[in-house]
């Protein structure tokens, strides 16, 4: 059961994937680009936690008294 192929079969079999090939290392390219904005964007999100953190002013809280 085995099929034979033609060598235009096979070109176009090999273009194909080299055709899916290239549209992977696009994705691949789109989603580093996506994954640095977010690296880039939870670091700053990092820096202005510490900065609010820093700023907070901690209140005294009345103590509860026991009856």
């Known amino acids: 059961m085995s099929k034979r192929y033609t060598k235009a079969d096979l070109e176009q079999i090999v273009y194909k994937q080299l055709e899916n090939l290239n549209a992977m290392h696009d994705l691949l390219g789109i989603m580093k680009f ?3 904005l ?3 964007i939870n670091q700053t999100l990092r820096e202005e936690i510490g900065q609010f953190k820093k700023q907070q002013v901690m209140y005294p809280t ?3 008294t026991r009856s």
């Open 34 to 36: 996506q994954n640095d």
């Open 38 to 40: 977010i690296h880039n």
């Open 62 to 64: 009345r103590r509860k």
